[in-house]
């Protein structure tokens, strides 16, 4: 079981949830049990199914990206953070 | 009950003099002493020993401990002629200073042998007022408020996030703001743009800004640029020499140039970024960490990135988000402290929560990368509208 940060910009198809509850042994495992759930994430996270680029997923601090992608193991107790770009500064 | 001349006496025979040709001996950094200057503040901006630092005698014990928290340090204490400096020397070893040294004859002996003399550079009577609280913290100090009067920032945007960071810059006495913005001041921009006001509204946002930049502390030169940053100008503007960019933009066009322009340039950016109730802050700092294209490889679709005026934001935030610039962009000028380089703070206004993530270099990164494959500026409004995953 993790607990998945989701951003303001995905609220919207997750029911305005700023933080939902999901369970895999990866972090595609715990994306995909989100997905089935919320099929409207699905178009927003994934590619072909590959992490879309412009998705950035943090496990315990550290970008996926930088560890095994979709396979990066999650424990009990993770905080998963999705983090989409946000261009606003004024 | 003893006189001036005789406590005097009983002091130097307690403490360790060293000559003023022992003292040039230890001049050296990889002697690894350092020199204190308990004289008064005129006498200290007449000239010092080179890499002294200076504490008042009156002062001496109410500040050392928060100037030198190492008591093994060696320390050569001196004042003009000795006295003052044997008195220091004294209390020093009392407060547990182990190796401390008073120079006989002091800095008029050390003028007389024709040692060499650094002629500090003094803060005016007002600034010293003005920017006093800065004097008092030891990381800042005198030379750091020089440091930041000769810093100059460039703010991208003088809007949410430039509001507050130009602010605390100016009031900071950063002596010179470049602020790049094309907009004019609205009423929809006053909830939450506190550099500018209500008899602003229609006036270009540079020229409001400055307005108020430049009442709140003249000591203040803003260089206005009233256009908004792309391929053609950004040269031109940069040619003026910036040492830190505080990214303030409204548009992902105007990110990744910053960016790429920033990596090319050398020069760090304090980024921030706002919307409804969330803010992400960070540092990029070229040859050092990350850039904006190591975070974000690609913008998102324009449907799953809404900019404030179409989402929203909350006033404060970027008050927060924007202020938490102005800290890393002082800290960068006076090199103090860990900056957020490699670090992204996440702010959740309404949580009340601040996450941190790792942000790490991308060596295949097509910017800052090992081998990059961007090396010129591009047309980035097409790149942010392009369809995703084709490159």
């Known amino acids: 079981m993790a607990a998945v940060r989701i951003p303001p910009t995905l609220r919207a198809e997750v029911g305005g949830s700023r933080e939902l509850e999901a369970h895999g042994e990866t972090v595609g495992d715990v994306i995909d049990d989100l997905v089935e759930r919320y099929p409207a994430l699905g178009g927003q996270l994934l590619q072909d199914g590959e992490l879309a680029p412009f998705v950035n997923v943090f496990v315990r601090g550290e970008d996926i990206r930088t560890s095994d992608g979709l396979d990066t193991p999650v424990r009990g107790g993770d905080q998963l953070i999705l983090l989409p770009a946000m261009a606003g500064g004024v | ?229 792309t391929s053609d100008n950004v040269e031109r503007i940069l040619a003026d020499g910036w040492d830190v960019i505080v990214d303030g933009a409204d548009n992902f066009p105007t990110r990744y140039l910053v960016n790429d322009a920033s990596v090319w340039h050398r020069i760090p950016v304090v980024h921030g970024s706002i919307f409804r109730f969330e803010g992400q802050v960070t540092v990029f700092s070229p040859g050092e960490g990350p850039c904006y294209r190591c975070l974000f490889p690609q913008p998102p679709p324009p449907e799953l990135a809404p900019s404030c005026a179409e989402g929203g934001v909350l006033g404060v935030l970027p008050g927060i988000i924007g202020s938490i610039q102005a800290s890393e962009a002082l800290k960068l000028i006076l090199d103090r402290g860990d900056s957020l380089a490699g670090r992204l703070l996440l702010f959740d206004a309404l949580g009340t929560t601040l996450d941190e993530v790792t942000v790490r270099r991308n060596p295949d990164c097509p910017v800052c990368g090992d081998s990059p494959t961007i090396t010129d500026y591009a047309d980035y409004v097409e790149f942010c509208n392009a369809p995703l995953g084709l490159d």
Request: aromatic share 6%; glycine share 10%; with cysteine.
């Open chain 2, 1 to 229: 009950m003893a006189t001036y001349r005789e406590l005097l006496a009983q002091v130097k025979e307690e403490i360790e003099e060293i000559s003023t040709i022992e003292a040039q001996g230890r001049l050296d950094p990889s002697e690894g002493s350092l020199f204190v200057d308990v004289r008064e503040p005129d006498e200290w901006e007449e000239g010092h020993i080179p890499g002294a630092v200076h504490i008042t005698r009156g002062r001496l014990e109410s500040r050392i401990e928060g100037l030198i928290p190492d008591k093994n340090r060696p320390l050569v204490v001196y004042c003009s002629a000795g006295s003052r400096s044997a008195f220091a020397a004294k209390v020093l070893g009392e407060m547990g200073y182990e190796d401390v040294v008073s120079v006989a004859g002091g800095f008029a002996d050390w003028k007389r042998n024709g040692f060499e003399v650094t002629i500090p550079r003094v803060l005016s009577s007002e600034q010293r007022s003005r920017y006093s609280r800065h004097l008092l913290i030891p990381e800042v100090g005198e030379d750091g408020q020089q440091r930041l009067l000769d810093a100059r920032v460039l703010l991208v945007g003088a809007g949410g996030l430039g509001s507050p960071a130009s602010m605390y810059l100016a009031a900071a006495g950063v002596g010179t703001l470049g602020i790049v913005d094309a907009d004019v001041v609205d009423e929809s921009n006053l909830q939450r743009q506190i550099v500018h006001s209500t008899d602003r509204l229609g006036e270009p946002k540079v020229l409001s800004a400055k307005r108020t930049l430049q009442a709140l502390n003249p000591d203040v030169r803003v260089v206005p640029f009233q256009e908004r940053l």
